[in-house]
């Protein structure tokens, strides 16, 4: 759950390959959608790319992202709102997700900067907001989909939808934990053997740094619920499926990160992707 901000350059094309993925990916389901759109619901493309126009340029002005990072994340709002248009949209949740990033981010900085954890001096770049929302996006693909074409889906829209908020609360708990982990204190331990480890260490948790993911995946899953109307139940299995999510994490990082088998955004992908499978596994509860 702590994490170091500098990546490994020889592993750079993980960082890469994930956002070319996620970009193409939500890029084409994009295009198509707004083919069908322009047919139906032709206020839904305006609206869609204004949301993302408006998002992008506040994160960019508060300098929580680059210019690059903050045009991913704005083309992720497109696609988002896409798939779950409306009051009764997944943009709340991303919302949320952000809100708390930028908080926590900011959170102790002068700490983080001591112990050299702190964030370039303007914000994540576009593959970091890919490894963390790359999940989140694709799945919201087939929901889009299942909105605007006749085409057969094996899981339905309702899994999708859960699926999409475990992975958004996933990325939140990741978030917290490694920024306010970091600034909060107590002793690290690796997740593996639970020996003693310096902050910012691959694989390290903490009790605050534990409690503080915790509390940010349980935010994101309660504002899911209102705004996907999910059940008390489904929405424990989503706050369940990020936990299992942010353990991955921690794990990932432990075992393939020290190793320089994985770098960070593949490490954060997989756990988004690990919390999206196990929703997929519980089903519509």
Request: hydrophobic residues 55%; charged residues 10%; positive net charge.
């Amino acid at each position: 759950m702590n994490r170091k901000p500098q990546l490994d350059p020889r592993l750079h094309w993980q960082s890469q390959l994930t956002l070319f993925l996620s970009i193409a990916l939500a890029t084409g389901s994009i295009v198509l959608q707004c083919v069908a759109l322009s047919r139906t619901a032709p206020e839904q493309i305006v609206q869609g790319f204004l949301l993302g126009l408006v998002l992008a340029l506040l994160v960019w002005k508060f300098r929580a992202a680059t210019i690059g990072a903050a045009f991913t994340g704005g083309l992720f709002t497109v696609q988002l709102y896409f798939a779950t248009p409306g009051w009764r949209t997944a943009l709340w949740p991303l919302i949320t997700l952000l809100v708390l990033s930028l908080a926590a981010t900011r959170f102790g900085r002068a700490r983080k900067e001591r112990l050299g954890l702190g964030e370039g001096r303007y914000g994540r770049v576009a593959s970091q907001v890919a490894a963390n929302l790359g999940v989140g996006v694709l799945v919201s693909i087939p929901v889009g989909f299942s909105r605007q074409f006749a085409v057969p889906h094996v899981f339905s829209a309702q899994v999708m939808e859960l699926v999409l908020a475990a992975a958004l609360a996933e990325a939140a708990a990741d978030t917290l934990s490694s920024e306010l982990g970091e600034v909060l204190g107590g002793d690290p331990r690796l997740l593996t053997t639970f020996q003693r480890v310096p902050a910012g260490t691959d694989g390290a948790i903490s009790v605050a740094g534990t409690l503080a993911g915790l509390t940010g995946a349980a935010a994101v899953a309660i504002v899911s619920s209102v705004a996907l109307s999910f059940t008390a139940f489904q929405t424990l299995t989503v706050w369940f499926a990020a936990t299992v999510g942010l353990f991955a994490d921690s794990f990932l990082g432990a075992v393939f990160e020290r190793r320089g088998w994985l770098n960070n955004d593949a490490v954060n992908f997989l756990s988004t992707l690990a919390s999206a499978v196990l929703m997929i596994v519980i089903g519509p509860v």
